[in-house]
């Protein structure tokens, strides 16, 4: 089974070890790995985006479990 979890601002360091390694990355956008500074705007945009109703939102992500 598969869970969507939002992402929330103690997934920080989950994203940012994630985001932080060339070998992820060069499957993802650019290809350039995030600094902390990147990865506080993606989770603050995240924030923002899950505040809205879903007719106003423009993106989703999600954390992705299986079990």
Known sequence: M???NDIKEEDFDDIYNMTSQ???MKFIGDGK???EEKVSKFIGYNLQ???QNR???KE???KIFTS
């Open 22 to 24: 060339k070998s992820i």
């Open 55 to 57: 007719n106003q939102r």
């Open 60 to 62: 989703y992500y999600y």
């Open 49 to 51: 985006e899950q505040g």
């Open 2 to 4: 598969i869970v969507l």
């Open 33 to 35: 790995v995030w600094n």
